[in-house]
């Protein structure tokens, strides 16, 4: 089984950055997208960022130009770094990782980490 281990949350004042980090681990042969959603409190959960295999990415409109999604390949790792960070950030920041190929499986699957709480402070 393919487990996602998140970390990096917390507490943060407004303006200040955090850099999430998501590691997946369990036999793993490739891996397609990684990306991170977020949902707060009462609202749905939302597409903050997302890294293909090659390096493509895309943002969210409200982060654009704030956050940085990275990705380690070799290390099936996805980073996510926040910068200027607003309470409105506030949420459960959850990793996904989709595509998933295991050596064992012909098929590729979709999994997710725990989820990890950001906090901004005004």
């Known amino acids: 089984q393919v487990q996602l281990a998140e970390s990096g949350g917390g507490l943060v004042q407004a303006g200040g950055s955090l850099r999430l980090s998501c590691a997946a681990s369990?036999?793993?042969?490739?891996?397609?997208?990684m990306g991170w959603y977020r949902q707060a409190p009462g609202k749905q959960r939302e597409l903050v960022a997302v890294?293909?295999?090659?390096?493509?990415?895309n943002y969210a409109d409200s982060v654009k130009g704030r956050f940085t999604i990275s990705r380690d390949n070799a290390k099936n790792a996805v980073y996510l770094q926040m910068s200027t960070l607003k309470p409105e950030d506030t949420a459960v920041y959850y990793c996904y990782a989709d595509g998933v190929k295991q050596y064992y499986s012909d098929y590729t699957r979709l999994f997710w980490g725990q989820g990890t709480q950001v906090t901004v402070s005004p």
């Open positions: 890294i293909s295999s090659g390096g493509s990415r």
């Open positions: 369990g036999s793993i042969a490739s891996i397609n997208a």
